[in-house]
């Protein structure tokens, strides 16, 4: 079965520093593997994708992740944060094989002006 | 409309009473998808649509949870008997099709049993 770990609940940055928000996956083919920002009272926002090709992506806002597959992660950055930066992150894997998205618990990023 | 649409958006019901949430998903979009967002939790896999039919249900908790899609475009997710663990964000996505990986999601209903 596949599985997300997001092993932080939150993640406090000042801005203008970079961000890191954790990601590990488990999957028993090859995974497509998500990003979401979900502000309050909003639905989940796409951020990036990794499907196959290059292990660093980049998405919307500036942020990108780099898929690691000997360490099974896919961490989410950012080189300087931003306040509207903050908000709730969702790591997502599917296997290959089939249709269901995987999510993590989310983590809370906030970042300090 | 530009997105996935979900109503209504909040929705108050009691104990043992039916409810029925709706999704409107991207115009031209084949694949449809049901997560639950309990609190605190990521969304959590339901059930998946490819055109009319339920291609993968085995997300649903139990038989009082039931999903159509009649003609391949709007959904309706059925929930009968309703328990206050029922209670959460029930929230729809879309996709181009099933073998276009990125799913954009609707705004969800928020769904309390009293």
């Known amino acids: 079965a596949q599985s997300v770990a997001q092993p932080e609940d939150q993640v406090n940055v000042a801005e203008g520093n970079p961000l890191t928000v954790k990601c590990t996956y488990s999957v028993s083919g090859n995974p497509y593997l998500f990003w979401y920002v979900q502000y309050p009272n909003r639905g989940l926002q796409f951020l990036l994708k990794y499907i196959t090709g290059d292990n660093l992506v980049k998405g919307s806002y500036g942020f990108e992740a780099e898929f690691n597959k000997s360490q099974t992660s896919f961490h989410l950055k950012k080189p300087s944060a931003l306040v509207s930066d903050s908000a709730l992150y969702f790591c997502a894997v599917r296997d290959y094989g089939n249709n269901r998205l995987a999510f993590g618990k989310g983590n809370q990023v906030v970042v300090i002006p | 409309g530009a997105g996935v649409s979900q109503t209504p958006s909040n929705k108050v019901t009691e104990k043992g009473k039916y409810v029925e949430l709706r999704c409107d998903p991207i115009s031209g979009h084949t694949a449809l998808y049901w997560y639950r967002q309990s609190l605190g939790q990521g969304p959590e896999f339901l059930i998946y649509f490819q055109g009319t039919g339920a291609a993968d249900d085995s997300g649903l908790p139990n038989d009082r949870f039931f999903a159509v899609r009649p003609e391949g475009s709007v959904s309706t997710l059925k929930i009968q008997r309703t328990e206050r663990g029922d209670s959460a964000v029930y929230l729809c996505?879309?996709?181009?099709?099933?073998?276009?990986?990125?799913?954009?999601f609707g705004p969800g209903t928020r769904l309390t049993v009293l």
């Open positions: 996505a879309s996709s181009l099709s099933g073998q276009h990986p990125e799913q954009f």
